[in-house]
């Protein structure tokens, strides 16, 4: 996994390893994100640096705003784009994609379709946060905290695998 730094004058703010907690956390702040503004953006940005780094808004008051962004961008990027897609590897069967109908164009035109509410991509991930936790303390016959506090990576790549051996006992 890539770290994720923050860097200020004083040093640097260093996350090697995201936890079960952290990402749940990461999870709640991008659903409580408005992203209505530029403002919007910037308070998500700066809790999720507070989260990740854990530090003070006051010391991250002190750091370039430069320095912010790229942090903010490295956390995201860990976050979507490297623990999010382990996600993904516990199903098996990849999902199919639903067949296109010839006459889905006219329909939306007509206004046939019926919309469909649309659930935050981040409460699903938080949920499946959720379902992975639930297992690993039945499976580890661990507790809540000591759970939150492992590597999600990590157990992912168990969860996958206890998924796919579970046949063979």
């Not at 996350?15 to 659903?31: A, N």
């Not at 006459?103 to 992975?132: K, M, P």
């Not at 905290?145 to 590597?151: I, L, R, T, Y």
Request: overall charge negative; some cysteine.
């Amino acid at each position: 996994m890539p770290e994720m730094v923050l860097s200020c004058s004083e040093g640097e703010y260093v996350c090697r390893s995201v936890s079960v907690g952290l990402y749940r956390k990461y999870t709640e702040i991008m659903e409580r994100n408005e992203g209505e503004s530029a403002a919007d953006a910037v308070r998500c940005n700066s809790l999720i640096l507070r989260t990740v780094f854990r530090i003070s808004s006051r010391e991250l008051s002190k750091i370039n705003a430069v320095e912010q962004l790229k942090a903010a961008k490295a956390v995201h990027f860990v976050m979507q784009e490297v623990v999010t897609p382990k996600f993904l590897e516990l199903n098996p069967e990849q999902s199919q994609q639903q067949e296109i109908s010839a006459f889905d164009e006219y329909d939306e035109e007509e206004g046939y379709n019926e919309e469909e509410e649309t659930e935050s991509i981040w409460r699903v991930l938080r949920e499946n946060v959720d379902r992975v936790v639930k297992l690993c303390i039945r499976s580890f016959h661990d507790s809540y905290s000591k759970c939150m506090e492992s590597d999600i990576m990590s157990l992912l790549d168990y969860v996958k695998f206890e998924i796919l051996t579970a046949g063979e006992n």
